[in-house]
């Protein structure tokens, strides 16, 4: 199936303007593969004309569905674990220490995708139930997927996806199978909320001690993602921790967030006098 470079030069400039995410060339493959599953229910002759329908604006919820076809949801559970150790022993240990006076922890996860990211962040919590003892925690998890999030907020995971990253011990602890699915605990459902966000806007209300943003920034143009951690840093307290996704950086990106001096792959606002965390950094 043949798609003009015209069509690809539309659809990569409506997923732009929507998303943010830039449709590298090397990534024009995707678009067939992702929107035949569309084609065929639409019964459209060609690509080419799918994309006119999509583009034509006659039904807004078609060009939705193509967006989201589009998008990259590619997440697991533990994904990148160095890192969360890392958020865990360092990061989050910093925050208790210092929130020790209102026990209020709000973490965003920023892209979520399909909620692994968030539920990997709530067993974290979870697991350690005497150093959280009295918190008020709040996990938030955002993606612009309508479809992603209803889906995080079911909780429910194939075989295939439990089995991504997840310890064995982790999904008899905190899932229960249902014939081929597992659901997350109810436990660990109370502790987070999930809703449609586009990173492009406003953050959501409030402000984050931790924010996840990861694999996520990785298509936007500089322009864009300059913009972004701008609207990150602005939810974000003075002393709030950043996490990226493994390869990815602030150095180069922004000016608002520097590498934490201590634990390289956490990062924190750029202020005039850093604070030094409470405890030795074992990663670096
Ligand atoms: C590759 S997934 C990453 C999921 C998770 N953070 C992880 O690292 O495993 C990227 C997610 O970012 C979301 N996304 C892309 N552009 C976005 C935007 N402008 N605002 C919010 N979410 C966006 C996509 O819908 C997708 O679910």
Redesign the pocket.
């Known amino acids: 199936m043949e798609i003009s470079d015209g069509s690809v030069r539309i659809l990569a400039a409506l997923l732009e303007a929507r998303?943010?995410?830039q449709l590298a060339h090397a990534r024009h493959w995707r678009i067939e593969a992702a929107l035949r599953p569309l084609m065929a229910e639409l019964q459209a002759v060609s690509m080419d004309a799918l994309i006119s329908k999509i583009v034509s604006g006659e039904n807004a919820r078609l060009s939705d569905r193509a967006i989201d076809a589009l998008?990259?949801?590619?997440?697991?559970f533990f994904?990148d674990i160095a890192s969360f150790r890392l958020l865990d022993t360092q990061g989050l240990e910093r925050i208790r220490v210092a929130r020790e006076a209102t026990r209020r922890l709000r973490i965003w996860s920023?892209?979520?995708?399909t909620g692994?990211?968030v539920y990997t962040l709530a067993m974290l919590i979870a697991d350690q139930r005497e150093r959280w003892r009295g918190w008020s925690i709040d996990i938030v998890g955002t993606?612009?997927?309508a479809q992603?999030i209803e889906r995080a907020r079911e909780g429910r995971y194939s075989q295939f996806e439990i089995q991504r990253g997840l310890p064995v011990v982790q999904m008899l602890r905190r899932f229960d199978q249902i014939e081929r699915e597992w659901q997350v605990s109810d436990d660990l459902r109370a502790m987070v909320s999930f809703r449609t966000?586009?990173?492009?806007s406003s953050p959501p209300p409030g402000m984050f001690d931790v924010v996840l943003c990861?694999?996520?920034l990785l298509y936007f143009s500089a322009e864009v993602r300059g913009l972004v951690f701008g609207r990150i840093a602005s939810a974000m307290p003075e002393d709030g921790v950043l996490m990226l996704?493994a390869g990815e950086t602030v150095m180069g990106h922004t000016d608002h967030f520097v590498s934490d001096y201590e634990c390289r792959g956490l990062y924190r606002k750029r202020i005039h006098a850093p604070l030094r965390p409470p405890v030795e950094c074992a990663a670096r």
């Open positions: 998303t943010g995410q998008l990259n949801h590619e997440t697991f994904r920023a892209g979520c995708s692994q990211e993606d612009l997927s992603a966000h586009n990173l492009l990861r694999n996520v996704g």
